[in-house]
């Protein structure tokens, strides 16, 4: 027989020799066989590019390769032999592929250069077949070219060798996941294994006349049975899918991000306006029965004892001062953004940038914007209500916000009763509040505020850290559950204070807060308009774009 030299390639492992060793040749049983390779167009050696790309090892051995090229008619017959070049193991610390005694038989009808390019169907000699013929590997090797390759007529000799292999007994093959949406599971229901059909009997039944290179084993053995789903090349579906990319084009609307806030359902919207309704009637009833009751002859007595108000213990003289006018606009302009940055900060999840006293290391003292923002109103409400509290005792005016007699209890449950009942008390605020509104004032700056300071100051990193035992007597948990609770009665102070403001009389009552006036005139109103509309410009410009360069001026600031 004559031989050749192989053309060595890359290593099969890093820092080896050249693959296949320089001592490998080529061994072909007819001469003729090289003759007609090289006038024919070249042979698809599947394996030999297989070893060249994955790097493991393989043992050598002796073993000898050919390359199965197209064979003129006339120079070969349908027993011609030679051994097969062998590959990677199929399996997991196998043996090599295909088997040492396995050789490539060609058959001289129809062979050309279409049909050498198709990958020839391995059967391993019956020494070393049986253990891995039944492996998966051996049985989709074997099975899958005649299949993949089939024309519509071959796909029906294919189902009939198939049928009659079913009648013989085979196993229907495990069903899985359908080829299109809403389909039926694949493979169909009645596709069982291949169990009957030799190797050749599907290679003659799928090609009907076109055959390929067909390895055998070297001495007469008893046929491999072949195991292998049926598929029909003609029954095949493209698998269905959504376009999403043309050519030419790009998505020019981002999709919204999905909103956590769910949407009412209609029942909720129903029990909503009824639990409005509800409301609504609960607040007649209450009227009604006010005023049912205060016509009474006893609450007609009680209201003639205590009319809402009493005299003050000391005398003061009536009216404002200006600068109360702007005590007032401070404490207004003050309270809603700390309100604002109050709720941001409760709900701020991940802050994007951060405020830091000036020399801190290592993070330390390293707080929000916005919880800065928020500590930074804090401290100038508290100066302007310190200046405002100290105001009241040097002027003499702190009598009328503090209660000086115990009478003022039975007068603020007349002045409530009449409030209720639409009947309102008379007003003297230019000279003296009424009792409701003295406790609720006396409730604001004597309670509330000192409140709202004390658990801000514990939550606020101005709390010494050192001090454990003032730590565990005032814990911080306590002042978070009394902090928010704090706030919410600053907005409930400031909504009945506003509506009672305007339904008392606005013009007036303007006049004596804005325009220090008991007149009644547009001045106190057009003041507290244009205080309305710094609020709103700065509730709006109270963001990192206009913060950060003030927060600068007293600390470091950075992003994320």
Same mark, same amino acid.
């Given at each position: ?5 192989? %053309? !060595? ?63 003129? %008619? ?17 399996? $997991? ?45 051996? !049985? ?5 070219? #005649? ?9 029906? +000799?294919?189902?009939?060798? +198939? ?29 069982? #294994? ?18 390929? #290179? ?47 806030? %769910? ?33 009474? #002859? ?95 005792? $040097? ?131 057009? $003041? ?33």
């Amino acid at each position: 027989m004559a031989t050749r030299m192989l %053309r !060595r390639g890359l290593p099969r492992v890093i820092g080896g020799e050249p693959w296949p060793p320089a001592d490998a040749v080529a061994e072909v049983a007819v001469e003729a066989v090289v003759e007609a390779a090289e006038a024919s167009s070249p042979v698809v050696e599947r394996a030999e590019r297989d070893e060249t790309q994955h790097g493991s090892e393989s043992p050598v051995g002796d073993e000898r390769f050919v390359s199965v090229a197209p064979l003129p %008619r006339s120079t070969t017959d349908r027993n011609a032999a030679a051994p097969l070049r062998r590959g990677l193991p199929r399996v $997991v610390g196998g043996e090599p592929w295909p088997p040492a005694d396995a050789v490539a038989t060609a058959t001289p009808d129809s062979l050309s250069p279409h049909a050498a390019e198709r990958d020839s169907t391995l059967q391993p000699a019956p020494n070393a077949g049986e253990a891995r013929s039944d492996s998966p590997a051996a !049985r989709s090797t074997t099975g899958s070219a #005649p299949a993949a390759h089939s024309t519509a007529g071959g796909g029906d +000799a294919v189902r009939a060798a +198939a049928s009659s292999a079913a009648d013989d007994g085979g196993i229907p093959v495990r069903r899985g996941l359908p080829r299109a949406v809403g389909g039926d599971p694949w493979p169909p229901a009645g596709t069982v #294994p291949l169990a009957a059909a030799t190797v050749s009997e599907i290679d003659e039944a799928a090609y009907e006349g076109v055959e390929s #290179p067909v390895v055998v084993p070297e001495e007469s053995a008893p046929e491999q049975k072949a195991v292998a789903p049926i598929v029909a090349a003609g029954e095949l579906a493209p698998i269905p899918f959504t376009r999403t990319v043309w050519h030419g084009s790009a998505p020019r609307h981002a999709p919204a991000p999905a909103s956590d806030r %769910r949407r009412p359902t209609w029942t909720q919207g129903i029990a909503g306006l009824l639990g409005a309704a509800a409301l609504g009637i609960l607040a007649g009833a209450a009227v009604a029965f006010v005023r049912a009751l205060l016509s009474m #002859p006893f609450m007609q007595d009680f209201l003639a004892a205590f009319p809402g108000e009493y005299d003050p213990a000391i005398e003061v003289a009536p009216g404002f001062a200006p600068w109360i006018g702007w005590q007032h606009f401070f404490n207004m302009f003050l309270i809603v953004l700390i309100i604002r940055s109050g709720l941001r900060v409760r709900t701020e999840k991940r802050p994007t940038v951060f405020w830091a006293p000036r020399g801190s290391t290592n993070g330390k003292g390293k707080i929000s914007l916005t919880l800065w923002f928020h500590q930074a109103l804090d401290i100038l409400w508290l100066v302007n209500g310190v200046t405002f509290v100290v105001l009241i005792f $040097v002027t003499g005016h702190w009598v009328r916000i503090v209660p000086t007699s115990w009478e003022v209890l039975p007068n603020a449950l007349s002045a409530a009763l009449q409030y209720v009942s639409f009947n309102w008390p008379t007003e003297h605020g230019w000279v003296n509040y009424n009792s409701l509104q003295q406790l609720a004032y006396f409730t604001t700056v004597f309670l509330a505020a000192p409140l709202a300071a004390a658990t801000g100051f514990r939550m606020s990193g101005m709390w010494p850290k050192k001090a454990e035992r003032l730590s565990k007597a005032y814990p911080v948990e306590w002042a978070r559950a009394v902090h928010f609770p704090v706030m919410l009665y600053f907005v409930a102070f400031i909504i009945g204070h506003v509506a009672l403001v305007f339904l008392t009389g606005f013009l007036r009552n303007l006049n004596h807060m804005f325009a220090s006036s008991d007149a009644v005139g547009w001045t106190g109103f057009w $003041v507290f308009t244009a205080s309305v509309v710094v609020i709103i410009v700065a509730w709006i410009a109270a963001r990192p774009l206009v913060l950060a360069p003030i927060a600068k001026l007293f600390g470091n600031v950075s992003g994320r």
